[in-house]
């Protein structure tokens, strides 16, 4: 049966208004399908795997609960697909994507809608993948899908928590123009910038830091209350909007149902601590603000925020920043993930990059077509990316269209 797809005949109009549980596909020797196309059919498994096995924090249930509850298009169906061992049944990981309708034709997406900076599924254990158990597996969520003309799963990392992502082993996959930055932390709490961070950034954090003691005080302070997060992260969106505006930058915290899902977030985070918020006060003034996302010994720094007036001739940013790191090891985390993005910041902090992969691949003519067009303008960014004076004029020219817009 290696290879073949079993059909399934959908149920429908059962008594009571029942949903039926989904059966198993034999995709091949190797691996079955289960599709589920809710998030409360799959919810023990869900919690088991994110509590037993291996994921990213941007794999956490009620961060996907809330993406589906306050981001999904309405044109977009939930698909979350259970793969498991053929031979066993037993569960080996969860895959969870949408379809939904782009210009006349039917993509797959990861599960992300702008707030997952990963994709990586839900491992049930760290078992090791090689290329042709990965293949194995992809074969089977596959075969599970309904139709559609092509996939487009972006932000691929290499590796979850060191073990090997079956989705960045694929064939079909390629390196992308993202680049996740980091800094695996551990030793002593007091010692961690000297030890690990560049010199030059040590040496500019304390000089900034002692600064901002002169001027009455500095204080790190975790919001503890959903009154906490509504001011503090109130502070984040305003200073960040302000910031982006000045720059002419775009920023996702213009949508309200952005900032919507991240608000919420923060506040259900504070059940579980799994949602972190954190301001740094000078005296009475909040300068700085960030965002993180925590799970399995890593700290995920999302949204940052400063108000660069407040305190002239001091990073704010890079103030909190560099507090956070102190912070997350005096905890116990062993990984501070500084996100995707190419901020100077970053390297100048002494953080490691790793380039994510993307699996781009059309099943349909109108997918392949489509996939040619989305290549052509990634090698046009890239291109430009690579670019210096290019790039910067053509920033420029965005960032002039912005204002205008503005």
Not at 279 to 290: P, T
Not at 315 to 323: C, K, V
Request: hydrophobic share 45%; glycine share 8%.
């Amino acid at each position: 049966m290696s290879g073949q797809a079993v059909q399934i005949t959908a149920m429908t109009d059962l008594p009571g208004g029942q949903v039926p549980h989904p059966a198993a596909i034999a995709a091949n020797d190797a691996y079955t399908a289960k599709l589920h196309t809710s998030l409360e059919a799959v919810r023990p498994l869900w919690l088991r795997l994110q509590a037993e096995g291996v994921c990213t924090g941007h794999q956490n249930f009620a961060w996907a609960e809330g993406i589906v509850a306050r981001l999904l298009p309405e044109s977009a169906e939930l698909l979350i697909v259970e793969v498991a061992d053929a031979a066993t049944g037993e569960p080996r990981m969860l895959v969870p994507l949408m379809r939904r309708r782009a210009f006349h034709h039917w993509v797959v997406e990861w599960l992300s809608c702008g707030v997952c900076d990963y994709a990586a599924p839900l491992l049930a254990d760290a078992s090791p993948w090689s290329r042709q158990s990965a293949q194995a597996a992809w074969a089977a969520v596959r075969s599970a899908l309904p139709p559609s003309d092509r996939v487009h799963i972006v932000g691929i990392p290499r590796q979850i928590h060191g073990v090997a992502n079956p989705l960045a082993l694929l064939p079909a996959t390629r390196d992308s123009i993202q680049t996740a930055f980091g800094l695996a932390i551990d030793g002593d709490p007091e010692t961690v910038l000297k030890r690990l961070c560049r010199p030059s950034f040590v040496k500019e954090f304390g000089k900034d830091w002692r600064r901002l003691e002169r001027l009455g005080g500095v204080e790190l302070v975790e919001a503890a209350a959903p009154s906490e997060v509504e001011r503090i992260f109130g502070e984040l969106v305003r200073m960040r909007l302000d910031r982006f505006r000045e720059l002419g930058r775009f920023d996702l915290l213009t949508q309200e149902k952005i900032v919507d899902f991240y608000r919420n977030a923060a506040v259900q985070g504070l059940l579980d601590g799994s949602v972190r918020l954190f301001g740094l006060l000078v005296g009475e003034a909040l300068i700085a603000v960030q965002y993180l996302l925590v799970h399995q010994g890593t700290v995920h720094a999302l949204l940052i925020a400063m108000d660069q007036g407040v305190v002239p001739n001091v990073s704010p940013g890079l103030a909190i920043m560099g507090r956070l790191i102190g912070w997350a090891r005096e905890q116990g985390f062993g990984y501070f993930d500084l996100s995707v993005g190419n901020q100077s910041y970053k390297e100048h902090m002494g953080a490691k990059g790793s380039v994510l992969v993307e699996l781009c691949h059309g099943f349909t003519m109108r997918g392949s077509v489509a996939n040619a067009v989305i290549e052509f303008r990634r090698r046009a960014e890239a291109f430009v990316r690579s670019n210096p004076r290019l790039l910067k004029a053509v920033q420029g020219t965005m960032r002039g269209l912005r204002r205008l817009r503005g």
